[in-house]
């Protein structure tokens, strides 16, 4: 019998179980300290535990990475990555431009693909190879349900034992209970299960006011036909976030981190118009991180939201003024890119202009954020 015949598809709620299980063991990383969940953590939303602005990894453990940790939560329905998305509403649908796929620069096509990236990264899990990682696999504690999930004969052929290693990661990732419960406050309140509080319910119409946040224009919040919002259009912009000194590779002054054009994503170097643009975050959750943005310049909402308030009508709060008092705007963006940058609300203002919101007005909005985190209506059922 060969391996590949005797390759079993595991029924869907084995492969969970599985996924969850390598999703949490260290000993498949070169160092044996690093585990997908030592960097997407539920505590925190799965993103980071900590407030670095970038992890550590790789075989020794003291590798540093190049990007913030993203959240994994509300990924299940991430388009593949294309530049024309149209929503799916019928002829008059409107191309609306480079959105989807996994990562900040939507360069992994799906959470199986993706799954891949980190286990060979030299900066994260540091497997050498596919058949480095699976031998790790062999011998941890995971084989043996692996074994009884896949088939005795699984690992006799690497390349099957590779492939069910991501059907399981990929599996374990599209659990409703961990990845997208919808059981925030906010969840509740659109269930009609739940009120917000006068303060939350300012913070929402802020986030929701053309004029005021404009937050739901790209981190949509009403329900969408296909079911509750995942406060991401999945959509890539360039916001013009400050550099951020704390991490390591920025010492190079002649490094920047372009997003869709590269350098991590290789496929849209010669699409200069790209240059700058990340991929809008999913804001479920979100107060549970402790650094926010690509680069994790930020560590509070507040700043961010000061960020968006006032980019342009204050930059010297958020980009350094050099030994002439001259402002360094977009000090992460090569001017030659400053016309990819995002101009719409609350981006629309010129320096010395009034901000679109004010601090008490950003608090609000922080208000409602809090509202988005997990975890609030578990003692009630969770209906969709
Ligand atoms: C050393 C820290 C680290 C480890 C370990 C790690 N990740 Fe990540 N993960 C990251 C970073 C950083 C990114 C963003 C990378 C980028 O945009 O280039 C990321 C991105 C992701 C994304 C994309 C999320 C999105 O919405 O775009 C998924 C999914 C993911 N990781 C899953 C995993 C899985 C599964 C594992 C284990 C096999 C894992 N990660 C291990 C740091 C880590
Ligand atoms: C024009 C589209 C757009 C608008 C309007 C917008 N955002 Fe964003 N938001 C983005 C993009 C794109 C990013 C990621 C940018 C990056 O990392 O470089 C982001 C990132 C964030 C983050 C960081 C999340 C994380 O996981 O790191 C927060 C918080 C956030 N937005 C909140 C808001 C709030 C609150 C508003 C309204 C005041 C708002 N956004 C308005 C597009 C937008």
């Known amino acids: 019998m060969s391996a590949i015949s005797a390759m079993v598809m595991p029924r869907a709620d084995t492969l969970m179980a599985?996924?969850?299980?390598?999703?949490?063991?260290?000993?498949?990383?070169?160092?044996?300290?690093?585990?997908?969940?030592?960097?997407?953590?539920?505590?925190?939303?799965?993103?980071?535990?900590?407030a670095l602005a970038v992890q550590t990894?790789?075989?020794?453990?003291?590798?540093s990475g190049l990007r913030a940790v993203p959240s994994l939560g509300y990924a299940q329905d991430t388009p593949p990555f294309t530049e024309h998305y149209r929503e799916d509403d019928g002829d008059d649908s409107e191309d609306q431009g480079a959105a989807g796929g996994l990562?900040?620069?939507?360069?992994?096509?799906?959470?199986?693909?993706?799954?891949?990236?980190?286990?060979?990264?030299?900066?994260?899990?540091?497997?050498?190879?596919?058949?480095?990682?699976?031998?790790?696999?062999?011998?941890?504690?995971?084989?043996?349900?692996?074994?009884?999930?896949?088939?005795?004969?699984?690992?006799?052929?690497?390349l099957v034992a590779w492939n069910g290693l991501l059907a399981a990661l990929d599996a374990f990732q599209q659990s409703p209970a961990d990845f997208y419960p919808y059981?925030?406050?906010?969840?509740?309140f659109l269930r009609g299960e739940g009120a917000l509080t006068a303060r939350e319910r300012r913070g929402?119409?802020?986030?929701?006011?053309?004029?005021?946040?404009?937050?739901?224009?790209?981190?949509?919040?009403?329900?969408?036909?296909e079911g509750f919002p995942q406060f991401t259009d999945r959509g890539f912009l360039a916001l013009g976030v400050p550099r951020n000194r704390r991490i390591p590779v920025n010492a190079d002054s002649t490094y920047y981190d372009l997003g869709l054009c590269g350098p991590l994503r290789t496929d849209l170097a010669d699409r200069p118009d790209y240059c700058g643009a990340f991929k809008t975050p999913t804001l479920r959750n979100v107060a549970r991180?402790?650094?926010?943005?690509?680069?994790?310049?930020?560590?509070?909402?507040?700043?961010?939201?000061?960020?968006?308030?006032?980019?342009?009508?204050?930059?010297?709060?958020?980009?350094?003024?050099?030994?002439?008092?001259?402002?360094?705007?977009?000090?992460d963006l090569p001017r030659i890119y400053w016309d990819n940058l995002n101009v719409d609300p609350p981006f629309d203002r010129k320096p010395?202009?009034?901000?679109?919101?004010?601090?008490?007005?950003?608090?609000?909005?922080?208000?409602?954020?809090?509202?988005?985190?997990?975890?609030?209506?578990?003692?009630?059922?969770a209906r969709r």
């Not at 949490?24 to 980071?48: E, I, K, M, P, V």
């Not at 909402?301 to 002439?324: H, M, S």
């Open 18 to 50: 599985l996924g969850r299980q390598i999703f949490f063991d260290s000993t498949l990383s070169a160092s044996g300290r690093l585990s997908c969940a030592s960097c997407h953590d539920q505590q925190y939303g799965w993103a980071a535990p900590n």
């Open 57 to 63: 990894g790789g075989i020794g453990g003291t590798a």
């Open 103 to 158: 990562m900040w620069d939507g360069r992994a096509e799906s959470l199986k693909e993706q799954a891949a990236l980190p286990l060979l990264s030299p900066l994260e899990m540091g497997n050498i190879s596919r058949a480095a990682a699976v031998e790790r696999l062999r011998v941890s504690a995971v084989a043996e349900a692996f074994r009884t999930a896949f088939g005795a004969h699984v690992f006799d052929d690497s």
């Open 183 to 188: 059981s925030s406050k906010y969840d509740a």
């Open 204 to 225: 929402l119409a802020l986030f929701n006011d053309p004029a005021k946040g404009n937050c739901a224009s790209c981190h949509p919040s009403a329900r969408q036909r």
């Open 289 to 331: 991180r402790q650094v926010f943005f690509h680069n994790g310049v930020f560590t509070s909402l507040e700043q961010v939201l000061r960020f968006y308030a006032r980019r342009d009508t204050e930059g010297r709060l958020f980009y350094p003024v050099d030994k002439r008092g001259v402002v360094q705007m977009y000090d």
């Open 352 to 381: 010395g202009q009034r901000p679109a919101f004010s601090d008490a007005e950003a608090a609000d909005m922080i208000a409602f954020l809090r509202t988005l985190n997990d975890g609030y209506s578990e003692t009630t059922p």
